[in-house]
């Protein structure tokens, strides 16, 4: 019962470089999210998708592109990294307010 | 805009004894969510505690209970026989019924169980 996966666990960048943060659910959840988790500032929200083919800005969405391939699946893309992207990134999905499930985390850093 | 306020970033607590952590919101609805949320230095983000605004009672989860206050717009978190494997940071989060389940965080409590 894998829940939500999360690839890579950990990523180091140099500034310009591009990357996807790969993200999957098997709870066949309508909505997935992603955030970002920076010391002092609790988990903020990126981009979420509602449904499969749908996706919607969140809080902090600036330097960001996401894609909702298919049900199961939802990527981050950075197209050019920059230092302030360095962050702990968190993808989640849900289906009702009491099944919120997050995965491992990426640990991005952007030197 | 919702916001979700914890003023107190560290607490530290002795091996058995009780914490309560604080966590107040703003907001302007009516029907909405709020959730405990428990990072260990895993990383890993686990669900702790849930409370649905329209229910007066406040949730229990084992040794974990929380203090309701809607018109305070007060959402505590009280953990009693502490344990080791509580030592993590802790987030409050608050969701609007209805906003396709985004969850808005507090900035977090670190907290700390000394045996």
């Known amino acids: 019962n894998a829940g939500v996966t999360q690839t890579p666990k950990f990523q180091v960048l140099k500034t310009g470089q591009s990357m996807t943060l790969q993200c999957a659910q098997d709870?066949?959840?309508?909505?997935m999210y992603w955030y970002r988790q920076d010391p002092g500032m609790g988990l903020r929200l990126i981009y979420y998708s509602a449904s499969e083919g749908t996706t919607d800005k969140g809080e902090v969405p600036n330097g960001y592109n996401v894609s909702r391939l298919n049900k199961r699946e939802f990527s981050l893309r950075l197209e050019s990294a920059a230092p302030s992207q360095t962050s702990v990134y968190f993808c989640?999905?849900?289906?009702?307010?009491?099944?919120?499930?997050f995965g491992q985390g990426t640990r991005l850093t952007v030197v | 805009a919702q916001t979700v306020t914890q003023s107190q970033p560290e607490m530290s607590v002795q091996e058995a004894e009780t914490v309560t952590l604080s966590c107040t919101y703003d907001?302007?609805?009516?029907?909405?969510?709020l959730f405990w949320y428990k990072q260990p230095p895993s990383r890993q983000m686990i669900l702790v505690i849930r409370q649905e605004a329209y229910k007066q009672q406040n949730a229990t989860e084992n040794r974990f209970s929380v203090n309701f206050q809607k018109a305070a717009k007060s959402f505590s978190l009280k953990i009693s026989d502490s344990q080791l494997g509580d030592t993590a940071m802790y987030f409050c989060?608050?969701?609007?019924?209805?906003?396709?389940?985004?969850?808005?965080f507090g900035k977090g409590t670190l907290l700390t169980v000394n045996p």
């Open positions: 907001t302007s609805e009516n029907n909405y969510y």
């Open positions: 989060a608050f969701m609007k019924r209805g906003s396709n389940y985004k969850l808005t």
């Open positions: 709870m066949n959840h309508n909505s």
């Open positions: 989640a999905s849900s289906e009702a307010p009491r099944d919120a499930f």
